[in-house]
Each structure stands twice: as structure tokens, then as C-alpha cells.
């Protein structure tokens, strides 16, 4: 069975560029997550999708991230303008997740965006 | 406060050695996940423990959800179990992944 794929794997960009991440989760997973990850710390939720459904993007910076998992599958996040703060690695994670019970997430490889 | 507590936060040892590492968590996480985090970044998954023990090979893992923490043993250690566990679990009512700042072992030849 096919992991969760991400890409690009690496993204350099200057400051004020835009940048957009993909994402395909494990075939069958409803639930996916993005996450952020700074350097010597755990990942962060960003948003969490039900389907297409955003249920919890609480922690997205919403001036400048954007989301959309149109389909229900795939998923892209956004960043316009990139800052140099945005540096950081971003995470994408699916589970077989209903509302009314927890199942495990499983990761994908990261995409690492440096921003000069 | 602190949701979810990883200790220690280092762990240098030779290889062969036998390791613990543990995570504490508050009353309002529960449903612990190990993760390691390899050096290419892959957050790779080890258990799914909530309560009790799961072994895995030289891996095993014991939660006592009532004492709110999780232990991690690493029995005959190798330097390709080098790199950053990570402990998480989940905020009740929120299905919300919370994650410990993360141990990083370094397992030297």
C-alpha cells in the first residue's frame, strides 16, 4: 500500500514569492491533516479535513496560507506572500478518521521550504 | 500547560545499549502515538498504544493511561535507531494531534 506522497520533497524561494504544496493521502484515508514543522520542535496542526470538508483550520494563518482539498483526495496549501518565517518543514498526514472515533495518522515525507 | 512531555530531551549511547524514553501527558490527551523521525525527516509510525504494551521487535511500548505516561524501550540498539522520537496524542473533543518537543538519540558505533 502506497504511503502518503508529497511534493515537492525541497522548495527554495525568495521572500514575497508564492509557494504551494500537494498532497495525496493513503487511497481510502477521509481525514487528512497539514502540519508545520520548525526546526528542533514537533509538527503543528494547520488544518484538518473530513472529506472536502475543513473542520478545524483554527491554526491557519489565514492572511497568507490557503487550503483546498477539492475532491475529497488530493490537498494543496498556499502561502502568498512567503515570508522569511514561513521556513520550515510542512507535513502532510492522512487516517481512516470518522468524527466519532480516532484511528492513527500516518505521515508523509515533508516538504522543506527555505525562504531567503 | 504542557500537554504532552518528552524526557530526555537528548540520549547519546553506544550500540547495543538498551534505551527508555518516556512521555508524559495531561488529562486532557489521550490515544498516544510514537513516531521516529528519521534523518531525511519521514515521521515514521511505531505504535498506536492508547493503553497497555505492543511489542515490535527490539521496539516495545507501554501506556498507563491512568498515570498519564507512555514509555519507549529500545532493547540491543542500533545506529539505524538514531534520530527523534516523538510521543503525541490526541486533545479530547478537539481530534486534535498534539506533539512532545521530542527525544533525540544518537546511537553511536
Known amino acids: 500500500e502506497a504511503g502518503v506522497v508529497q511534493s515537492p520533497r525541497y522548495k527554495i524561494i525568495e521572500k514575497k514569492q508564492p509557494v504551494a504544496f500537494w498532497c495525496n493521502p493513503i487511497?481510502?484515508?477521509?481525514?487528512l491533516y497539514w502540519y508545520l514543522q520548525n526546526l528542533g520542535q514537533g509538527p503543528e496542526l494547520l488544518i484538518r479535513?473530513?472529506?472536502?470538508?475543513?473542520?478545524?483550520d483554527s491554526q491557519l494563518p489565514k492572511d497568507r496560507f490557503s487550503a483546498e482539498r477539492l475532491k475529497g483526495v488530493d490537498s494543496t496549501l498556499k502561502i502568498q506572500p512567503a515570508e522569511l518565517g514561513d521556513s520550515a518543514v510542512y507535513l502532510c498526514?492522512?487516517?481512516?478518521?470518522?468524527?466519532?472515533?480516532?484511528?492513527?495518522?500516518?505521515f508523509g515525507p515533508g516538504t522543506r521550504l527555505t525562504v531567503l | 500547560g504542557i500537554q504532552v512531555e518528552q524526557s530526555p530531551p537528548d540520549l547519546i549511547l553506544q550500540e547495543g545499549a538498551n534505551s527508555t524514553l518516556r512521555c508524559n501527558f495531561s488529562?486532557?490527551?489521550?490515544?498516544l502515538q510514537w513516531f521516529h523521525q528519521n534523518p531525511w525527516g519521514q515521521l515514521i509510525n511505531l505504535f498506536y498504544?492508547?493503553?497497555g504494551t505492543k511489542q515490535n521487535g527490539r521496539l516495545s511500548a507501554t501506556t498507563v493511561a491512568t498515570e498519564r505516561y507512555s514509555l519507549l524501550y529500545i532493547s540491543s540498539s542500533q545506529t539505524t535507531d538514531s534520530g527523534v522520537y516523538f510521543c503525541?496524542?490526541?486533545?479530547?473533543?478537539?481530534?486534535?494531534?498534539?506533539f512532545g518537543q521530542g527525544t533525540r538519540l544518537t546511537i553511536n558505533p
Open positions: 479535513y473530513e472529506n472536502e470538508e475543513a473542520v478545524d
Open positions: 487511497s481510502g484515508h477521509n481525514t
Open positions: 488529562d486532557s490527551v489521550n490515544n
Open positions: 503525541a496524542g490526541l486533545i479530547q473533543g478537539a481530534q486534535k494531534l498534539v
Open positions: 498504544i492508547p493503553s
Open positions: 498526514a492522512s487516517s481512516p478518521q470518522r468524527r466519532s472515533s480516532y484511528n492513527e495518522q500516518f
